[in-house]
């Protein structure tokens, strides 16, 4: 039976360790503040007995915390097993922890999970990266985990995440204060509607055109979006992401005259 140390149990973590143990694995539970649910996750009675002799350690903490985690669990990790670290963080700290890890003879693997964790728990997609990552793919498969490779080097899967982060978190900003605007203009429901139809609609054409109308109208929509910036500032909504859009195409404006 595959023994799995579990290191934070918070929405994420506990979610996917109840659902390793509902699948047969040998779980461990550890965290120094148990908080939520914890119903269905065997609970170690401290870090260490959690961690040692473990053949997969899974940190599932906030990136703030990842490096004193890994310094804590290298003293207890034995050559062969695979140290995975889930937590959102840059390719540098990953690449710090897998340094870390390094004398243990433990395998590390970065881990990009790719959607959020509830409700699908250890069914999450994710993206591995370092040298475990075939050894962690063989154990998390079989419960039902979507996983891809994607390269050799700790930091590979956290940049492809991070990266797909500035579109997805950052359209999602761009919605809600497009939205918000609309709201106090009184087209909510239109605008709603409009966006919801550019979704529906949306294929790999729309991703040229975006891209080149971005770079060949950049001076027109730069002060299109300065309109618009005002227009939110009349309505009394804040304008962030819309004045860092202006921002943006001011300085592929300037780019392309200094490439000149």
């Not at 023994?3 to 994420?12: H, N, S």
């Not at 040692?52 to 310094?71: F, K, M, P, T, Y």
């Not at 919801?196 to 950049?218: E, N, V, Y």
């Not at 005002?230 to 992401?241: G, Q």
């Amino acid at each position: 039976m595959t023994v799995i140390a579990v290191l934070g149990l918070g929405e994420a973590g506990s979610l996917i360790a109840r659902d390793l143990a509902r699948g047969g694995a040998a779980v461990r539970g550890w965290d120094p503040e148990p908080h939520g649910d914890l119903s269905g996750i065997p609970f170690a009675p401290n870090f260490a007995a959690a961690v040692e002799g473990a053949d997969v350690v899974l940190s599932v903490n906030w990136a703030s915390v990842a490096l004193d985690v890994a310094r804590e669990a290298l003293p207890l990790l034995r050559r062969g097993c695979v140290y995975a670290d889930l937590n959102t963080a840059g390719p540098s700290l990953k690449l710090q922890l897998a340094a870390i890890v390094a004398p243990s003879g433990a395998a590390f693997v970065d881990v990009a999970m790719m959607t959020p964790v509830p409700p699908l728990g250890i069914r999450v997609p994710m993206f591995l990266s370092g040298a475990g990552s075939n050894a962690l793919a063989e154990v998390l498969r079989p419960f039902g985990t979507p996983i891809e490779i994607v390269g050799a080097q700790p930091g590979e899967a956290a940049a492809r995440k991070l990266t797909r982060s500035v579109f997805f978190k950052g359209m999602s900003a761009a919605v809600c204060e497009a939205l918000e605007a609309a709201r106090a203009a009184g087209v909510e429901e239109w605008l709603r509607g409009d966006i919801a139809a550019t979704f529906s609609a949306a294929d790999a054409t729309l991703l040229d055109r975006i891209i080149d109308g971005t770079h060949k109208h950049a001076k027109r929509r730069a002060h299109e979006m300065r309109d618009a910036a005002n227009l939110l500032d009349e309505l009394a909504v804040r304008a962030p992401i819309t004045r860092a859009t202006v921002e943006s195409l001011e300085r592929l404006v300037a780019d392309r005259q200094v490439s000149r």
